[in-house]
């Protein structure tokens, strides 16, 4: 069984910084993108920020020049840099991967982990 398991939500104050991190585990044949999304109380859950296993980069206008992500494909695991963090940012942060496992190696399909809340407050 494959699962994703997401670490480093907190609170802080407005212009400091959180590190999330997500590592995938499990019968993994190969994963594709892995993302970050969020979701605040009576939003929808959107699209924070994306990477490809080549390395290119997708972001939110509202976090672009503030979050970073980078993975480490060795690892399987998928980071989001947070800087400059606004109250706005406050939302559960959900981590994504389009992946395939090692028994339906032909069956790509999205996989989620169970979230990880991040609240900007002073």
């Known amino acids: 069984q494959v699962q994703l398991v997401e670490s480093g939500g907190g609170l802080v104050q407005p212009g400091g910084s959180l590190r999330l991190s997500c590592a995938a585990s499990?019968?993994?044949?190969?994963?594709?993108?892995m993302g970050w999304y969020r979701q605040a109380p009576g939003k929808q859950r959107e699209l924070v920020a994306a990477?490809?296993?080549?390395?290119?980069?997708n972001y939110a206008d509202s976090v672009k020049g503030r979050f970073t992500i980078s993975r480490d494909n060795a690892k399987n695991t998928v980071y989001l840099q947070m800087n400059s963090l606004k109250p706005e940012d406050t939302a559960v942060y959900y981590c994504?991967?389009?992946?395939?496992?090692?028994?339906?190696?032909?069956?790509?399909?999205?996989?989620w982990g169970q979230g990880t809340q991040v609240t900007v407050s002073s």
């Open positions: 994504n991967a389009v992946m395939t496992d090692a028994i339906r190696p032909w069956d790509e399909y999205d996989l």
């Open positions: 499990g019968s993994i044949f190969s994963i594709n993108a």
């Open positions: 990477i490809t296993s080549g390395g290119s980069t």
